[in-house]
């Protein structure tokens, strides 16, 4: 499976980014979706998933304003980041869980099978 992530970029605080990745995965409808991020010196962090059947999960510092949604046509993914801040800079990552999956909300990296190379977020207060 691979994916690539675009859409990062510089933003001021208080803007909003939409992150996009597609994937050559055959199962995509049924492979769980989610992205995680790498602040600088520190360590990788689950920010959200979404199931094939649409169910979503966030961690507490992005709910409210980061939304993820996928379209199983395009095979794609997204997570639109409103109010940004300054401390949601990171590279961001695009990962997939395939099947079979779990319906537990796995957040570690290992319950991600496959990464993508990262797109640079830059919120600037």
């Known amino acids: 499976v691979q994916l690539q992530a675009f859409g990062g970029g510089l933003v001021q605080a208080g803007d909003s980014l939409r992150l996009s990745c597609t994937a050559s995965a055959r199962t995509f409808s049924l492979t769980r979706m989610g992205w995680f991020r790498q602040a600088p010196g520190k360590e990788r962090e689950f920010i959200a998933c979404i199931w094939g059947s649409g169910s979503t999960y966030y961690t507490d510092s992005v709910k409210g304003r980061f939304t993820i949604s996928r379209d199983n046509a395009k095979k794609a993914v997204y997570l639109q980041m409103n109010s940004l801040k300054p401390e949601d800079t990171a590279v961001y990552y695009c990962?997939?869980?395939?099947?079979?999956?779990?319906?537990?909300?796995?957040?570690?990296?290992?319950?991600?099978?496959?990464w993508g190379q990262g797109t640079q977020v830059t919120v600037s207060s």
């Open positions: 990962v997939a869980d395939v099947p079979p999956v779990s319906t537990l909300p796995g957040t570690t990296i290992s319950d991600f099978d496959y």
